[in-house]
């Protein structure tokens, strides 16, 4: 069917599947699901020798390597997500990404937010030695 | 009849009736993990505030090697893979190979705990222990949790093989196998940023 090449194996719907709420690999015979672990294997390895590799090469400009390596760490997580955890947008999975979205959410607040704080709260602060002269 | 031809996708999901227990089980379980989560960033938070806090101290650049931790890295990635094919045996009720990839992923498991292990042997060893600074009480915090999950997944994954032997594969089991695998995922992806953030961020 068109519509199965479409989606290949993230489609919980296909003519001989009950209906499930899980994605890439989730389902299917064997072999699509040994198909999904190997392509996340193969990515997340990629991706962190990506990541080892750029943290200790001197070929990229130092300011920019945190921010290379959010952006390979945030791959990987997806990567990690969807072909191993088997999470996806499909209409079935509205709970579970939903919850997922929230819990992002959650954890992006706290992040940042301490991190935001804790610098103004340094910026704001009379510096050690000059509080200790004060207390005299 | 029209009812049983029409297709499940044009039937609004507050009329297909309950979900499966699977999918509820499922939805239950990543909720949890949802939350255990939000505790491994509630510690990450507190290492990215702490981290330039050495007190004098030694500080990452010393204390981390970073080929032992891409071979960590490497151990939990194929753990997970493993973890994945001990899945497919599951659901096919291979109990042979089941058991396999089961003890692989146990193997690799252990190697990693062990590794890791020893580094925090060698750190404790040239006194850089969680009573030093804030640097290194967020780092034990933040990557012992971690190492305490992945212990706990240990005897979780020891259980389930006993299950398997015993209980053969009922659907309890399948679910709870299920339960396990989402388990050990989450473990990775924890640990890709505590590899990027505490290991390759140290400046």
Redesign the interface.
């Known amino acids: 069917m068109d519509r199965n090449a479409d989606i290949s194996d993230a489609d919980p719907?296909g003519p001989d599947r009950?209906?499930?709420?899980?994605a890439p690999g989730a389902r299917g015979s064997?072999r699509e699901?040994?198909n999904a672990?190997?392509t996340?294997?193969a990515l997340?390895?990629l991706l962190?020798l990506a990541?080892?590799w750029s943290?200790?090469t001197s070929a990229i400009y130092g300011p920019g390597v945190?921010i290379l390596?959010?952006v390979?760490?945030i791959a990987?997580?997806g990567v990690?997500?969807v072909f191993?955890?088997h999470i996806s947008s499909a209409?079935?999975q509205?709970?579970?990404f939903l919850?997922?979205a929230?819990?992002i959410f959650?954890?992006g607040l706290?992040?940042f937010?301490?991190?935001l704080i804790?610098a103004n709260l340094n910026h704001m602060m009379v510096p050690m030695d000059r509080l200790t002269q004060m207390q005299r | 009849m029209t009812v049983a031809a029409t297709?499940?996708?044009e039937i609004p999901?507050s009329l297909?009736g309950p979900?499966?227990t699977?999918?509820l089980v499922?939805?239950g379980f990543?909720?949890f993990l949802?939350?255990d989560?939000?505790i491994f960033?509630?510690f990450?938070?507190?290492y990215?505030?702490l981290s330039g806090e050495t007190a004098g101290g030694p500080g990452g650049p010393q204390l981390f090697e970073?080929g032992r931790v891409?071979i960590e890295?490497?151990c939990l990635?194929?753990s997970?893979?493993t973890c994945?094919?001990m899945?497919?045996a599951a659901?096919?009720r291979a109990r042979g190979t089941t058991f396999f990839w089961a003890l692989v992923t146990m193997a690799l498991g252990a190697t990693f705990l062990s590794l890791e292990t020893i580094e925090f042997a060698r750190m404790a060893a040239s006194g850089a222990v969680p009573q030093r600074s804030a640097f290194l009480s967020s780092f034990f915090t933040l990557v012992g949790t971690h190492g305490l999950h992945v212990t706990t997944g240990l005897v979780w994954l020891g259980v389930m093989i006993a299950q398997i032997a015993t209980l053969g594969f009922s659907a309890a089991v399948q679910r709870r196998l299920l339960c396990f695998t989402?388990f050990w995922?989450?473990l990775?992806?924890v640990w890709?940023?505590v590899?990027?953030?505490v290991y390759?961020?140290a400046h």
């Open positions: 719907h009950t209906p499930r709420d899980e064997g699901r040994l672990y190997m996340g294997l997340s390895l962190t990541s080892f943290a200790s945190p390596l959010a390979l760490a990987q997580m990690h997500l191993f955890l209409p079935d509205v709970n579970n919850a997922l929230f819990g959650v954890v706290i992040v937010g301490s991190m804790m | 297709p499940i996708e999901l297909r979900a499966p699977r999918v499922g939805y990543w909720l949802l939350s989560i939000i960033g509630v990450f938070a507190a990215a505030v970073r891409l890295t490497g990635l194929a997970s893979f994945g094919m899945a497919i659901t096919r989402l995922h989450a990775d992806i890709v940023g590899f990027t953030i390759l961020g």
